[in-house]
Structure formats: structure tokens, C-alpha cells
């Protein structure tokens, strides 16, 4: 998760999502569902923040793996490139971390008292790292492929952009 930190703080428009790896670090020994369940999310907004800025249009109710897949052609990868055919993995890996929320989430649907109890039981630790794990190179991935399209610097278009689109300002 540190290195998520880390690519989060480089890139600071995306600071909001500390939110999410904090609750995954407090969740991830005490109830892995709770910790699947904002990986999931992390994810899907990283997805959904990526296809928003480059004006890809997801649908009125995409599913977690469309999210991911139009993230990775918003970035640019043609059908045919090594990244898009490795992106496809990672998707499917992303969609199998959602399909994983769906089964043993707490919040996720309702289930019976016995079921909720056993929940956690269902992922042993190898797993559940293998799925942080994941989790933190496609969302490092993502994130990082996004700023190099897209880099926010300091150049005077830049400022004045973000004057423009501050109402209060006099600029």
C-alpha cells in the first residue's frame, strides 16, 4: 500500500483516495470484506475519473470490469498493444476483486447471520495479499499512465485555467 501512498501524493489530484487505502490498511487483519469492498471502489474510481476527464462515455450504469476496460482505452492503448493485452489481465483480475466484494461483503447484499460470521474465512492471507497487491499495481498503473498523458504543471495557461474556472476570481 505504500507504494499506492506514495504515487497518490506525487500526483496530488488524486489525494482524495488516501481515503480509501486508509480504510483498507485499518480493515485489511480486522475484516477483509470491508477491505475488499473499498479496493473495489478504489479502483472504480480511479476507472471512472480516468474515463471522465478523457470524455469517454461509460453508459447510465456500467459494471465494475466495463469501468476498467474503458479506463485503459481511455489512456490511449490501441487493441493490439502489449499494454491493452495486459491491461485486459488486469481487468479481469480487477473484475474477479469485485466478483470476490459481491460474495463475501458485509455491505455489499444482505446475508444470513451464519454467513456474515464466516465471511472473512473465505479468503486465506495469501490471497487476500495477492489481491492488495494487485489492487495497488493497477491502481499505480492507472493513475501513473494518466499523469503521463496528462501532467498538471505550473506553466501560465495552466494557472490561468484554473482561474477561469473559479467563479469568485477576478483574474
Known sequence: MDRLKKVIEQYG????LSDFTERIEASMN????????NAKALLESIGKEIC???????????NFHEVLKNAFVALGYSKSSLVNQ?????????KQIGEL?????????GRPLEELKE????????????LIDSTVIIACFLIRAFENENPRGSSTEDIKDLYKDNNDSTA
Not at 480486522?30 to 469492498?37: H, K
Not at 495486459?86 to 480487477?94: P, Q, V
Not at 474465512?121 to 490471497?127: P, Y
Open 13 to 16: 489530484r488524486w489525494a482524495i
Open 30 to 37: 480486522t475484516d477483509f470484506s470491508i477491505c475488499i469492498e
Open 119 to 130: 465471511r472473512n474465512n473465505r479468503v486465506d492471507e495469501l490471497t487476500r495479499d495477492f
Open 52 to 62: 471522465h476527464c478523457n470524455k469517454v462515455i461509460l453508459g447510465k450504469d456500467p
Open 86 to 94: 495486459i491491461s485486459g489481465s488486469m481487468a479481469n483480475i480487477a
Open 101 to 109: 466484494r459481491n460474495q463475501i461483503g458485509a455491505t455489499s447484499h
